[in-house]
């Protein structure tokens, strides 16, 4: 059974961090890419950052310069360090990883809360 766990969501300040965590039940090399989406009320889910099993990042113009994404394959654990954050980051985030052998498979987290006050 796979699982995704998101921990590290919270309320901060605009201009604030936070740091995002997905723990896997499962060693992440069981996954290829994985990524952070994230859904603001009465929007659809969009794309943060996407990390593959090599470490190739890509990330979404929004948040360009001021997120970081990473993966610790010895922890299981993906991490997005979120940095000078916007009121208009507010949002449900969702971790997700694709599965290695079936590529159609993909596994989601439960979603963090980030709200960002101005």
């Known amino acids: 059974q796979v699982q995704l766990v998101e921990s590290g969501g919270g309320l901060v300040q605009a201009g604030g961090s936070l740091r995002l965590s997905c723990a896997g039940s499962?060693?992440?090399?069981?996954?290829?890419?994985m990524g952070w989406y994230r859904q603001a009320p009465g929007k659809q889910r969009e794309l943060v950052a996407r990390i593959t099993l090599g470490g190739s990042t890509n990330y979404a113009d929004s948040v360009k310069g001021r997120f970081t994404i990473s993966r610790d394959n010895a922890k299981n654990t993906m991490y997005l360090q979120m940095n000078s954050l916007k009121p208009e980051d507010t949002a449900v985030y969702y971790c997700?990883?694709?599965?290695?052998?079936?590529?159609?498979?993909?596994?989601w987290g439960q979603g963090t809360q980030v709200t960002v006050s101005s």
């Open positions: 499962v060693p992440l090399f069981r996954f290829n890419d």
């Open positions: 997700n990883a694709q599965d290695i052998i079936r590529p159609q498979t993909n596994y």
